[in-house]
């Protein structure tokens, strides 16, 4: 999947499971620092989905019909040694609220910090999110809080050489 890069971004969407509409997974995408796709699949979570949340999610019934069954996607993602994976939010990064005029903010929203910092509109369309354009918008934001970073003399996000 990933081999030995320094940093990926994972964006996923969910469905709603069973009567309380519990969150299950039903898309996990995950791409390189270029924008590569190294992984997009369709997961049929555990359980009964009650709710695909489409207007979100962008999941739909059709997606589903091939999806991948979770316990075979959790295989293939323990294949993969994350050990020496950081996690990186961008809605908490401090120097991207500060860039973004934001740092009265707790957390904003990655569309928000794209139509800021990126001057890109995501999450847009009608259809729901796709977590492949979130997790592209995710890295370049990453990118972006690097540079800035590296131009302020501040210390380098962990994870990255």
């Known amino acids: 999947m990933a081999g030995s890069l320094e940093a990926v971004a994972m964006d996923c969407e969910m469905v709603g499971l069973g009567p309380l509409q519990e969150s299950g997974l039903a898309r996990c995408s995950l791409v390189s620092p270029s924008g590569s796709v190294l992984y997009d699949k369709f997961i049929w979570p555990e359980g009964v989905i009650t709710d695909y949340r489409t207007r979100v999610s962008g999941v739909t ?14 295989r293939e993602a323990l294949k993969e040694d994350m050990s020496g994976y950081t996690i990186y939010d961008t809605s908490t990064d401090w120097v991207l ?7 009265h903010c707790k957390r ?8 800021r910092l990126l001057h890109k509109r995501i999450q847009n369309n ?33 994870g990255s050489d």
């Open 108 to 115: 904003v929203s990655l569309r928000v910090l794209c139509e």
């Open 97 to 103: 609220r500060r860039e973004a005029n934001l740092q």
């Open 126 to 158: 009608l259809f729901g999110h796709s977590s492949v354009e979130d997790a592209k918008a995710t890295m370049e934001l990453y990118l972006l809080s690097q540079q800035i970073r590296a131009r302020q003399g501040l210390p380098c996000l962990a």
């Open 61 to 74: 019934r059709l997606h589903m019909e091939t999806a991948t069954p979770f316990a075979e996607a959790r």
